[in-house]
C-alpha cells in the first residue's frame, strides 16, 4: 500500500513541477467551434476538439481520454442547448476542474447568442429528443458564425486580457474577412432559393433557412429515432407524387437510408460536409461553406 | 421567555406600531396613489418603448440582429420563454423517473438460491420473485446548490413499497487543482459497475462477484475525495471512508473512519474508435457481529456471525470500441472486473443457541467478462460468463474437532458459475425492451437454473447523462 501512496505523491509533485503553458488551452465540442477558436486566437491558443466531424455530437460518450482533457482546460467552447447534454456535464463534472464550470468565464455555448429556431411549444419526447431551448445545429448560417466569433472573440479577451488586443485585431479580421465571404456565397446560393429538400435529421436547419431551401420531409420520423420501414414506406409515397429535388444527408450519417430513398423518388443525394473536416474540402470554416454551396450548385445546376 | 412575558413585549410592539399607522393612514392613502399613477405612467411609457423595438428587430434583417444584441446578454435568455414559469419554479432541480419492471421465468425455486460457498450478504440478490416483478422505480434530483457545490439525490422506490435512499450527496465543484469531495451517501467509485445505476446495466442484474461479495452494489456513508492528474492520459485517483455500514463491514459503535477505500482508474484512447478504462481498488472493512441467518448440518435453522478485517481487491477494466463513431449505430463494448478478499477474524456459531466461537479465515475470489453488441441502430446483444471460487475457509471451530464441517453447510467449498445472453431493443434513448437468459449455478448443485426474464426500463424527465 505505501508503494500506492508513494507513486501518488510522486505523480502529484510531478503534476506541480509542470511549466505553466501561456496559450489558453480550448476544448472545443465540435470542429467547427475548434476551427473558430484557431481563427480568433491564433497562436495563442491551444485547440483541442473532442469529437470529429464524421461523429453525431449528441451521442458522444465521456471517455477517460476527454475527461483528462477537459481537466487541464481553460476554455470549454460549446455548441448548447443540450446537444452535448449527454457528456459534457460528466465530462465538466469529472474533470475536476472549477475554471470551466458553466457560469464561469471559461465555459462559452455558442447558441448563447443565437436566437435559435424551432423551439418547441410543447415539451413532449412523444415528439422524439426534442430541444427544450430550440435546434442547437446553428454552424450551418455564415451570420450565426459571425455572431459566436465576436462573443467568442470577447471571452478569449476577457480570459487573457494580456493579449485583448491581440484578439481584437483577429476578430477584427476575420469578421472583414468573413463578410466578404457571405457576401460571395449569398450571390452564388441566390439561385438555390425555393429548392425542395429532404434532410436527414432536423440539423440542416439553419442551411436551409440561410439559403431559402424549402425542406419537403426528413428521413427521420422524429428527431433522434432512427427510420423505421414503415415510415420509410409512407415517404416514398409521399414524394413520389411531389418529388424533392434533392436529399441532403450529413458526411456523419449513416446514408443507408438516404440511398434507399433516393433510388425510389429518384433524386439524387447529396452528402455535405456539415461540420469542418466533414469532407476533404472543408478544411477550415470558409471551406466548409465553400464546399457545402459547391456541392450542392453541383447537383442543382 | 415565559408566555407573561411575551405577552406583554407583544402588547408593548403593538402599542408603537399602531397609533404610527393610524396617523399616516390618512396621508399615506394619498400618496400611494400618486405613486402609483406614476408607476403606471412609467410603464406604459416602458411597455411602448419595447413594443417599438420588438417591432424595429422583427422588421429588420436577420444579420442585423447580431449588433443589437449585445453579447452578454443572450437574446435566448433575455427574452421570456413562451412557456414561462410561476415564480419560484425557476430554479427546480434537474428531475427524471426511472421505471423498471420484468417478468420471470426460473426452473427452480428462487426462495432457494444462494451463493454456494460464500456468507450471505443479505442484499438484494438472485433472480427474483417468479412472473411479474415492478422494479425500482428511480427518482432523481440533481441541481448545483451555489457556486461551489452540486447536490444529488436517487429514491428508489421498491416494489415491496419501500423507499430506499440510493444516493444523496453533494459535490464540491470549486476546488482547485483537480480534487473534487463528494459527501453524504454515495456508490463507491471502485471498481467499474460499482457507480453504475440499475438502469444502465447492460444485464437485468449485477455479475455474481458484484452479488456475492458486496450484496450488489457498495454505497458509502461518508466522504470521498478525487483527483484527476493534469495529464493527457486520464489518471485518477480517489480515496473514501465512512461509517462501515455497508457489507462486508458493519456500523460499529465507534467514532471516527470506519474502514477505507482506495482506488485507482487509468485510460485514454487507442485509436479513434477504440478507448479504454483499466482501475485497481483496495477495500480494508471491519465487521463486528456480521451475522447472516442459515442452516446446520441437520436443516435446522440458525445464526451465525463473524467478526474481524476484511480486505477487497478489485481489478476492472473496459473496451469500447465505435467504428463508426457513434455508439448507437454500432458498439462492441467489453469489460470484465475480478475481485478477491481475504478475511479473518472469528466466527460464532449459533449465537442463539451454542454460542461457540473460533478463528475463521477465508481468501474468496470472482471475476465476470461480458460483451455486449450494438449491431443495429436500435439493437444490442450480450453475453456475459460469471465464476466464483469460494476456496477452502479455515474454520477453527472445525479444524479443532468441536464442530464437523458439515455443521456449515452453506461454506462448503464451491465454484458458483453462471453464463448469460441478453437482447435488447432501443427504439429510443429512454426506452429499452430487453430479454436475457441465464445457465445460472450459482448455488453449485448438479442442476443447473435455467432463468429466462423480460425487463422494461423507462426514463422520463432530464435528459440523461453517463460515465464512459
Not at chain 1, 446560393?189 to 425542395?196: E, I, N, P, V, W
Not at chain 2, 469531495?181 to 456508490?187: D, L, N, V
Not at chain 2, 463494448?333 to 478463528?359: C, I, W
Amino acid at each position: 500500500m505505501s508503494h500506492f501512496i508513494r507513486s501518488a505523491l510522486a505523480l502529484l509533485i510531478f503534476a506541480a513541477a509542470l511549466p505553466a503553458n501561456a496559450a489558453i488551452k480550448v476544448l472545443a465540442t465540435t470542429t467547427d467551434w475548434g476551427a473558430l477558436a484557431t481563427e480568433l486566437g491564433g497562436d495563442q491558443v491551444n485547440v483541442y476538439v473532442a469529437t470529429s466531424a464524421l461523429q453525431d455530437v449528441h451521442r458522444v460518450e465521456a471517455k477517460p481520454s476527454l475527461v483528462a482533457r477537459a481537466r487541464s482546460a481553460d476554455l470549454v467552447v460549446a455548441s448548447g442547448a443540450e446537444l452535448e447534454i449527454g457528456w459534457l456535464p460528466v465530462l465538466i463534472q469529472e474533470s475536476g476542474n472549477r475554471h470551466i464550470q458553466p457560469g464561469s468565464p471559461g465555459y462559452f455555448e455558442a447558441t448563447s447568442v443565437i436566437q435559435l429556431l424551432e423551439k418547441p411549444e410543447h415539451f413532449d419526447r412523444s415528439l422524439g429528443d426534442i430541444h427544450p431551448q430550440g435546434n442547437p445545429h446553428v454552424q450551418l448560417d455564415p451570420h450565426n458564425i459571425a455572431r459566436i466569433a465576436k462573443a467568442l472573440s470577447e471571452r478569449l479577451a476577457e480570459l487573457d486580457s494580456a493579449h485583448a488586443q491581440y484578439y481584437q485585431q483577429r476578430a477584427k479580421d476575420f469578421d472583414t474577412r468573413w463578410q466578404a465571404a457571405i457576401q460571395r456565397w449569398e450571390a452564388k446560393g441566390a439561385s438555390l432559393k425555393g429548392t425542395q429538400v429532404v434532410v436527414m435529421h432536423r440539423d440542416q436547419t439553419y442551411l436551409c433557412q440561410w439559403l431559402g431551401l424549402q425542406q419537403v420531409a426528413a428521413i427521420e420520423p422524429k428527431p433522434g429515432m432512427p427510420p423505421t420501414a414503415g415510415y420509410l414506406g409512407q415517404l416514398v409515397q409521399q414524394l413520389t407524387k411531389a418529388p424533392p429535388r434533392v436529399i441532403l444527408v450529413n458526411a456523419y450519417n449513416d446514408p443507408k437510408a438516404a440511398t434507399w430513398l433516393s433510388d425510389r423518388v429518384h433524386a439524387p443525394v447529396v452528402v455535405l460536409p456539415f461540420s469542418v473536416g466533414g469532407t476533404p474540402e472543408a478544411k477550415d470554416l470558409f471551406g466548409l461553406f465553400d464546399d457545402t454551396l459547391n456541392k450542392l450548385l453541383a447537383v442543382l445546376k | 421567555m415565559t408566555s407573561c412575558k411575551a405577552r406583554a413585549a407583544l402588547l408593548a410592539l403593538a402599542g408603537m406600531i399602531l397609533p404610527t399607522l393610524s396617523q399616516a393612514a390618512a396621508d399615506d392613502v394619498a400618496t400611494l396613489r400618486a405613486e402609483l399613477d406614476a408607476l403606471k405612467k412609467e410603464y406604459t411609457t416602458r411597455v411602448d418603448a419595447l413594443e417599438q423595438r420588438i417591432a424595429t428587430l422583427e422588421s429588420a434583417p436577420v444579420g442585423a440582429l447580431a449588433q443589437s444584441a449585445p453579447a452578454e446578454a443572450p437574446p435566448a435568455m433575455a427574452m421570456p420563454s413562451q412557456s414561462g414559469s410561476a415564480p419560484g419554479t425557476a430554479f427546480n432541480p434537474a428531475m427524471s423517473l426511472i421505471l423498471a419492471g420484468s417478468y420471470t421465468d426460473t426452473s427452480q425455486d428462487p426462495d432457494t438460491w444462494r451463493i454456494g460457498g460464500f456468507i450471505p450478504s443479505g442484499g438484494e440478490v438472485g433472480p427474483g420473485a417468479r412472473s411479474f416483478n415492478l422494479g425500482e422505480s428511480e427518482i432523481t434530483l440533481a441541481a448545483n446548490v451555489d457556486p461551489y457545490f452540486s447536490a444529488q439525490m436517487t429514491a428508489a422506490l421498491t416494489g415491496d413499497d419501500e423507499v430506499e435512499v440510493e444516493e444523496a450527496f453533494f459535490r464540491t465543484l470549486a476546488l482547485p487543482e483537480g480534487f473534487t469531495a463528494k459527501g453524504g451517501r454515495f456508490f463507491s467509485g471502485f471498481g467499474y459497475l460499482n457507480e453504475v445505476h440499475a438502469h444502465a446495466w447492460d444485464f437485468v442484474d449485477q455479475p455474481l462477484a458484484y452479488q456475492a461479495f458486496f450484496g450488489g452494489q457498495f454505497k458509502q456513508d461518508g466522504l470521498q475525495v478525487k483527483w484527476l492528474a493534469p495529464t493527457d492520459l486520464f489518471i485518477e485517483l480517489g480515496a473514501e471512508t465512512g461509517n462501515g455500514d455497508e457489507f462486508p463491514g458493519t456500523q460499529r459503535n465507534r467514532n471516527g473512519l470506519n474502514g477505507a477505500t482506495l482506488f485507482a482508474h487509468v485510460g485514454g484512447d487507442i485509436d479513434d474508435a477504440t478507448s479504454w478504462r483499466a482501475g485497481a481498488a483496495y477495500l480494508d472493512q471491519h465487521a463486528e457481529d456480521r451475522a447472516w441467518d442459515t442452516i446446520d448440518e441437520f436443516g435446522l435453522p440458525l445464526t451465525n456471525s463473524f467478526t474481524g478485517k476484511s480486505q477487497t481487491w478489485v481489478v476492472d477494466g473496459v473496451l469500447k470500441w465505435t467504428p463508426v463513431g457513434d455508439p448507437q449505430r454500432r458498439q462492441l463494448k467489453v469489460q470484465g472486473e475480478y475481485m478477491r478478499r481475504r478475511e479473518s477474524g472469528d466466527l460464532t456459531f449459533d449465537t442463539a443457541g451454542s454460542n461457540l466461537s473460533d478463528g475463521y479465515r477465508s481468501t474468496q475470489s470472482g471475476w465476470y467478462l461480458q460483451g455486449v453488441y450494438q449491431f443495429l441502430p436500435r439493437w444490442r446483444a450480450g453475453l456475459r460468463y460469471d465464476a466464483l471460487d469460494s476456496g477452502t475457509p479455515h474454520i477453527a471451530l472445525v479444524e479443532s474437532g468441536e464442530l464437523p464441517l458439515s455443521a456449515f453447510p452453506t461454506l462448503l467449498p464451491a465454484d458458483p458459475d453462471r453464463i448469460s445472453i441478453m437482447l435488447d431493443w432501443n427504439p429510443s434513448e429512454f426506452t429499452r425492451l430487453r430479454a436475457q437468459y441465464d445457465w445460472d449455478n450459482a448455488r453449485d448443485e448438479d442442476d443447473r437454473d435455467r432463468v429466462f426474464r423480460l425487463q422494461y426500463i423507462y426514463g422520463i424527465g432530464a435528459h440523461g447523462a453517463h460515465k464512459f
